[in-house]
């Protein structure tokens, strides 16, 4: 709009990404005796921000709180992470998954607690759609069009990007709230399955594309 003449405003449509909220629906909780289980889905990449995420994780582990992150993706940070994590006596608290195919990707959210995604450059990432459709409350960056998808405080926690000491608060924050925990996860499946479902964003762009080559 700030491009274009006001006349052609009437051009634009929003169709929002999605995925497929069936397949992604919420499975049965996988037990890992009493570890609080902190899941980042991503490439290992500086955009991404895990070097941030080790950070908060040892501030949380020096806290007292029982935690482990899982790390599923590959990508060029990994040989620093991994020793970041060396350096950090975190090795026994981080897992790194490697790249996790679809077949194998939901078990993977299926372990976690918590979904974090400390981003520093983003779209509208598909994977915090996915956590939210299986019922996972999610900590991520308040950047780009994120706030689109998670309401702070609502679907989800958002925090200042690069904020070492905000991501831990909202990490410990839900670490702590199971009844806050148990609202987001029930209000971020809510949010896809009413903006972000694969299928319905699907048929509403094919009508576009009619209504433009039969107005």
Request: glycine share 6%; hydrophobic share 40%; net charge negative.
């Amino acid at each position: 709009m700030y491009l274009s003449p006001y006349e052609h405003w009437k051009k634009f449509h929003v169709c929002r990404l999605g995925i497929d909220p069936h397949l992604f629906s919420p499975l049965p909780r996988q037990s890992s005796d009493g570890i609080v289980e902190i899941l980042c889905v991503g490439r290992l990449t500086p955009a991404k921000g895990q070097h941030l995420l080790l950070d908060a994780l040892r501030q949380l582990l020096y806290q007292g709180h029982n935690v482990r992150l899982r790390l599923a993706g590959n990508g060029p940070d990994e040989p620093s992470l991994r020793a970041q994590a060396q350096r950090l006596n975190l090795t026994d608290h981080v897992v790194f998954e490697g790249p996790v195919n679809q077949d194998r990707i939901r078990s993977v959210y299926a372990q976690a607690d918590l979904f974090c995604l400390p981003s520093f450059a983003e779209g509208l990432p598909v994977v915090l759609m996915e956590a939210m459709s299986m019922g996972i409350p999610c900590v991520t960056t308040e950047i780009t069009g994120i706030p689109e998808l998670i309401g702070n405080g609502i679907e989800g926690l958002l925090v200042p990007p690069s904020d070492l000491d905000a991501l831990v608060r909202a990490l410990a924050t839900l670490i702590h709230d199971d009844t806050l925990r148990s609202s987001m996860a029930v209000n971020g499946r809510k949010r896809v399955l009413e903006q972000y479902d694969l299928r319905a964003n699907v048929e509403r762009l094919a009508s576009i594309f009619t209504e433009q080559i039969n107005p």
